[in-house]
């Protein structure tokens, strides 16, 4: 005799909370083989202006924590993903229909990754920030600082653990705050993602995840005068340039949709959303 | 007379030696240009200077085409060592005609010949040097491995340093093994004209400097030309606003450089004496025609009313007139249109409340004037404490905590700079963490080294120029690496599975050799499909632009 299944609602992760849409919309969510896997919420206009609002209440804090403490609260997360570890297998296997063993090397190629950005939270710094030789009595240094607000669209289409992982992780090591748009057809992995954020130390509205039609919610975040900057890696098949030319109007920072296969551990990536500060301070004996 | 009065004492203007009319140049020479062309005038008489060509779309395209064969015959496979030698040949013919580029810069801008001499000109021999000898080190700026250059760079600097902004663009470009189109701002072509003749001393290859003189139109032409792989710009933001437009879904990569409304803040342990000085220096410099101005004094109330009389002391002995003068220390507003624009905003400061006091100093007849001006009581809603000016004038706010003068410092859409006066050494760098801007001034204000980046936040346009950031500027991204990819997550496991990490660092290098031989047929294709897109989009989105290129 099997037993009956407890399945699981998947909501939006917005400021830390599981809301629905606003709007009261939910989509299908269909497996590799066609079978009804979950309804997931579709995020409206309105949940993208609550998350962006969200992000920028999150920003101050988490930009503000010291580099090693973003490091260890970043590496917590990859310990409470390794213990989830068969739940997003089995997610990843069923959404995108790898086999067994692409989908665990999936997952955990998106464990390793959250790690190896982890580990640049108090590093990155002293490899993009630097002292400056100046002609005159002042001690001159350069160092990078978070952008701010980044809303970004995910992958679509493939690896959506991993493709997210690759999105999120960098730009939030720095102390950035994201609203991501997550895969469109796989987003289940992208909901567990956030009830890990949700559980570890990562305070809310610092990730926030927005489950629906990437090319409905693309523009408002692109407009949004309070997005700082703009990550289009996964918006190759959405009308992209007018969202470049829409984010123009605040001279918001643009990552161009990636040319080829995604570079998942990239300094790159980090680097595209800090600011570099550089601050003059005058020497006296005085 | 009083003991400010002092004797005329103007730089003799000999060591000039103006043509009537310079061309455009294309190629290493001197050529005609094909648009209508104009008179630059000396803002501080209104006296034409010279005539100057204005480059149209066919002379850009000469311009682009020539830096492209330069780039592809010659720049592009000489070694780094050798366009280094290049560049500080650049530097000391620089510093040889030191003097006729600083009496050429204040008459066609306006400033006074005391910071031409003393600032823009020695900056500008600084900067070539500076760069030279990162020419044939690109390998050790740790911007990733095998750094390669751009391409051709089309380059448009403002009026308000014009050889300074000028070689703030070509020394970069050409360090990191670029050819450059460069435009000069309408109304002060001049030393960017001198600056030819110098590339032409140097014995630069033909092509690799090309300079097209031309109002904002021209600038649009190069900015749109589908040849260009990088834009560089300085000036206003609304136009920063539509080369990030016209940019969009090319492959030009882009630097802007854009406009500021600095907060300058004062805490009431400030040292006092110096404090005053670098308020004057941080708006009136220039006649304030800075985007990183000091032009938001952010007072401590408690020493508010101190440091208001003592800036209008101070600001009664500043001397306005002749910028050829030696002990001029306001010159002329660069033109009738920003004069007018000064004026306006003024009057709207009045109007809204604020306080207006001008010093006391005489107007000469002729020329664009404005005399230096402070606004107190200014509101934090006022247009004078939110719009950039460009010109002479302080709006004076209040704080009373280091929070307030935080949230007020931030409060702006633009980030390119600020200044922080106090005694404590541990205030200043907590502040300075807060605040969001790119370049913080503690306890100095509007100093300037090829060594340090300067760049905004936010409004003020991205990327840095100056220092190893302003080199990055004019590199291609590091290719990617392909080993670790979303799409190949399985084989680079499998990979890692079977060998060593030892044997990963080499396959990483070899699938690196791999893509490196790919990437020229990569990017033509991709330019060539995007200037598709850009054609057929441009026809809808050029009704509805607008502004000046300047």
């Known amino acids: 005799m099997t037993r009956l299944a407890v399945p699981k609602t998947y909501k939006l992760f917005i400021g830390g909370a599981f809301p629905r849409s606003e709007s009261g919309r939910s989509y299908e969510i269909l497996g590799a083989d066609g079978a009804f896997l979950a309804n997931a919420a579709k995020a409206s206009r309105k949940d993208a202006r609550d998350a962006v609002l969200a992000a920028r209440k999150a920003v101050a804090g988490w930009a503000g924590a010291t580099a090693y403490n973003r490091g260890q609260v970043l590496y917590r997360v990859a310990e409470l993903l390794e213990g989830r570890r068969a739940q997003f297998i089995e997610e990843v296997r069923a959404s995108e229909g790898l086999s067994e063993p692409d989908a665990a090397a999936q997952v955990d190629e998106a464990i390793d990754t959250w790690v190896w950005y982890a580990g640049w939270a108090d590093k990155y710094a002293q490899v993009a920030g630097n002292a400056n030789p100046v002609a005159g009595p002042y001690f001159n240094i350069s160092v990078p600082e978070p952008t701010g607000v980044v809303a970004v669209i995910a992958p679509q289409g493939t690896s959506s653990l991993l493709g997210l992982v690759a999105v999120v992780a960098p730009a939030i090591v720095t102390g950035n705050a994201v609203v991501v748009v997550a895969d469109e057809r796989h987003p289940l992995s992208a909901i567990s993602l956030a009830e890990v954020l949700a559980t570890s130390d990562v305070p809310g509205g610092v990730v926030n995840v927005l489950t629906g039609s990437a090319a409905e919610l693309a523009p408002w975040l692109a407009a949004h005068a309070d997005v700082n900057a703009l990550d289009l890696t996964g918006a190759s098949e959405l009308d992209w340039i007018d969202l470049q030319i829409s984010a123009a109007e605040t001279l918001k920072r643009v990552l161009p949709p990636a040319g080829g296969e995604l570079d998942v551990r990239s300094l790159e990536r980090i680097t595209a959303f800090v600011e570099t500060k550089t601050v003059w301070h005058t020497k006296s004996m005085r | 007379m009083t003991f400010l009065d002092y004797a005329p004492a103007p730089e003799s203007r000999a060591i000039l030696d103006l043509k009537p009319s310079y061309g455009l140049f294309i190629d290493g020479e001197f050529v005609d240009g094909h648009g209508e062309g104009f008179h630059t005038i000396s803002p501080a008489s209104e006296e034409a200077i010279a005539e100057i060509a204005a480059g149209d779309e066919h002379d850009v395209d000469l311009a682009v085409r020539a830096a492209r064969r330069a780039y592809e015959r010659v720049w592009s496979r000489m070694s780094g060592s050798d366009r280094g030698k290049y560049l500080f040949r650049i530097a000391r013919l620089v510093q040889e005609r030191a003097r006729e580029l600083a009496v050429a810069e204040s008459l066609d801008n306006g400033k006074p010949i005391k910071e031409s001499r003393d600032v823009d000109v020695p900056l500008v021999a600084a900067w070539f040097f500076y760069y030279a000898g990162w020419a044939d080190k690109l390998d050790h700026a740790g911007l990733g491995p095998a750094p390669r250059a751009l391409g051709v760079a089309g380059q448009i600097i403002p009026w308000n340093f014009p050889l300074l902004m000028l070689a703030w663009k070509i020394a970069p470009a050409l360090a990191a093994g670029n050819t450059v189109v460069l435009k000069p701002a309408e109304t002060t072509p001049l030393t960017a004209l001198l600056f030819a003749e110098i590339v032409q001393q140097a014995g630069l290859p033909a092509g690799v400097v090309n300079i097209v003189t031309g109002a904002g139109e021209t600038g649009r032409m190069l900015v749109n030309h589908p040849d260009v792989d ?152 006022s247009r004078i404490a939110r719009e950039e000016i460009f010109g002479p004038v302080l709006s004076v706010l209040t704080f009373r905590t280091p929070d307030e003068a935080i949230a007020k410092a931030n409060n702006t859409p633009y980030g390119l700079s600020a200044g922080i006066w106090t005694d404590k050494g541990s205030r200043i760098l907590a502040v300075a963490d807060r605040l969001r801007a790119g370049v913080v001034w503690a306890n100095t204000f509007n100093r300037f080294d090829p060594a340090s980046p300067f760049g905004g936040y936010k409004e003020s346009g991205y990327g840095r120029e100056g220092g190893r950031h302003g080199l990055a500027a004019y590199l291609a991204p590091p290719a990617a690496t392909p080993r670790r990819t979303a799409a190949g997550a399985e084989r680079s496991i499998a990979s890692r599975s079977a060998s060593g990490g030892l044997e990963n660092e080499t396959s990483r290098a070899d699938a690196r050799t791999t893509i490196s031989e790919t990437p020229s047929a990569d990017t033509d294709t991709r330019r060539e499909g995007v200037t598709a897109t850009r054609a057929s989009r441009s026809s809808s989105k050029s009704a509805s632009k607008k502004g000046s290129a300047k």
């Open chain 2, 230 to 381: 990088k834009v560089a710009f300085t000036g206003s933001t609304a136009v920063g606003r539509e080369i990030a437009r016209a940019i969009a879904g090319t492959h030009k990569k882009v630097t802007l450089e854009l406009g500021g409304k600095a907060a300058n803040i004062v805490f009431d342990d400030a040292p006092i004496d110096q404090a005053i000085e670098g308020i004057v220096n941080g708006i009136f410099f220039n006649q304030g025609h800075v985007c990183c101005a000091g032009s938001r004094l952010l007072v401590q109330e408690s020493v508010h009313e101190e440091v208001v009389d003592r800036l209008k002391a101070r600001l009664s002995t500043l001397r306005l007139g002749d910028p050829l003068d030696k002990n001029t220390d306001i010159g002329a507003i660069n033109s009738a249109e920003q004069l007018q624009r000064i004026r306006q905003l003024s009057d709207i400061g009045e109007a809204e409340g604020a306080e207006r006091w001008s010093a006391e100093c005489a107007i000469p007849d002729r020329g664009f004037w404005f005399a230096p001006t402070i606004f107190d009581n200014v509101s934090t809603s």
